[in-house]
């Protein structure tokens, strides 16, 4: 039985990741991260840091971030406490699907992940409080090379699960530029 399944979403570039969940009656076990199964299922990457963010409010909403080279990442999300609503936005200048988006909902009762490649912006928005998600990144994290764009792009139209007025934002992302502004792109 294989401990994970790897399919498209509508930008076939992002992946939806479902890891098999072994329970008993003492609770459970899952491998979480299998660089063999990820490599068999076409999904090559050097992970060299993880991280850890807990989101107190539901509504919160962190993103969209990404790093250009030589500090671009691709990412590997996972919740392990409530759930988020998921984006990725293809910032790709050559790419069919350049300013469009895909989203899925990752919680910790489905288990499941979402690759995000290098070339993405990312965004979350958690769907209940005391939120916990944990990611892998392929490149370690610098300042300099860390951009963003708005959250709530008029260009992008993305259907966040929440009320304008209700969502918590950093002081950061709610001073990042429009899409339409984007000097740096892949």
Request: aromatic residues 10%; negative net charge; contains cysteine.
């Amino acid at each position: 039985m294989s401990v994970i399944k790897v399919k498209s979403l509508a930008i076939a570039d992002v992946k939806a990741i479902h890891l098999t969940k072994f329970e008993d009656s003492r609770g459970f076990f899952s491998e979480t991260y299998n660089k063999k199964a990820l490599a068999e299922a076409g999904i090559v990457l050097d992970f060299v840091q993880d991280n850890h963010s807990s989101s107190c409010a539901a509504g919160t909403i962190r993103g969209l971030h990404y790093q250009i080279h030589p500090f671009a990442q691709d990412k590997l999300v996972r919740v392990v406490r409530g759930r988020i609503f998921d984006v990725a936005v293809d910032i790709r200048s050559s790419s069919p699907t350049f300013g469009k988006w895909v989203a899925a909902e990752l919680s910790a009762d489905t288990w499941n992940q979402m690759m995000i490649p290098i070339g993405f912006a990312h965004g979350i928005c958690t769907l209940e409080p005391d939120t916990e998600i944990l990611y892998k990144v392929t490149n370690y994290y610098s300042p300099q090379h860390d951009f963003g764009i708005r959250w709530d792009d008029p260009d992008l139209k993305i259907s966040w699960p929440t009320a304008t007025e209700r969502v918590t934002l950093s002081e950061k992302d709610s001073k990042l530029p429009l899409f339409r502004d984007l000097i740096h792109q892949f």
